[in-house]
């Protein structure tokens, strides 16, 4: 626990994956400092390339992860923060201009120009999952932090909004609901994970961010501060799982345990002569016999690793084309500032910041979830790295232009976050 200061705050999160279901407890103390009491998973059931395919099972896992999580925290949780990876997720920068007309800019302007956003929003039948203020501009110079006190002609604003296909939305936080939880907000699983493995400066110089999860592969783009882009490849690491599978007649057990054991993106000239044994230590004898294994159910690595880059090949000439379609030039650019941050349970796979880097020639590491204080070990790696994402969001539940009211107009209330009265405060703290 967090000593013996006073916890202000519980959030809970549950990140629904392909791959596995996470769920984690965190605390806010009255300092601010934040506390993680419990985190857990489950192998993920109902899910299939980021959608909800059976109701039923996916509530069940959903709950399993939670009460699991609930039983490390010693505490349980009524609402959470959802993290989504599929749901045909979209990013955009739209910008908005008023005129102020050489004065000095007011509160009350920043507001206008914040319900005048508002109304742009057309999301043309799909789901708006964020809509926030990114960075303001004043007759046309932009970066502009906070614009209040300053003189201008006119006031813009690029407000970033993350779109998502309605019915997918819908079953996914069903799903959740099913398991008598609240839903706080549904989060798009890349601008969590940035929260969690990209730093301020690097989303200011220009990154790109691939979260490599089992099903789904989700490439975005951040510059100037902002996500700018965002592709959704509909390949992941059970994919390589498969293909192993398939190439040495094996079941998937088998499959997963040889490409995170023994698998590698990098070839080595040794591994011709190395055998690896398809069976766990203890369980030989026992399952199929591999395709052209030895006497002894053991594969050549060579065959294995040759497996691996061959999906991974494939991948990355996907996750090429997704970064040239969003402008992330990379090293033709000369910056170089320019990287690519790859997380999720696929870039735990050896070797992988080294294959990217080669392939993409664009500076390549792993992305890890921030020091969290009480989070185990298991927890902090790359697989895990948007649920952290999720109760650091949470935590500063960032300003949603549909959630701004203004004392001149009548306002609406737009989910459990949104209260006149603590937004109104949360722009007074914020400009």
Known sequence: MAGQQHIARVIGAVNIGSFRISAMIAAITENGEMQVLGSGHRASQGISRGYVVDMAAATYAVRDALERAEKLAGTSVDSVWIGCSGAGLASEIRPV???????????????????????????????????QPACYFLDGAHGVANPKDLHADRLGVDVHVMLADGAPIRNVTEAVQNAHLDVEGVVASPLATGFACLTAEERDLGVAMVEFGG??????VYAGGMLVG?????????????????AFSIRRFQAERLKCVNGSAIASPHDHREMVSVTAPGEEGRGPVARGADDRNQVPRAELIAVITGELDQLMREVGKALDGMGFTGGHSGS??????????????????????SVLGVPSRIGKPVALRGLPEAHSVPGFATLAGLVLYAAEDPVDIRSIGSRFTSTSSYGPVASIMRVW???REYF
Do not use: C, F, K
């Open 97 to 131: 201009e008023i005129a102020i007309g050489g004065r000095r800019i007011e509160e009350e302007d920043i507001e206008a120009l914040l319900i005048a956003a508002r109304e742009t929003l057309q999301p043309d039948g799909r789901s708006v999952l964020h809509a």
């Open 215 to 220: 099903e789904v592969t989700n490439v975005s």
């Open 230 to 246: 965002l592709t959704a490849i509909p390949r992941g690491s059970n994919d390589i799982t498969d293909a192993i599978a398939s």
């Open 336 to 357: 170089s500032a320019r990287q690519v941050v790859l997380t999720g349970g696929g870039a735990e796979l050896a070797g992988l910041a080294d294959y990217a880097q």
């Open 425 to 427: 405060a949360a722009m």
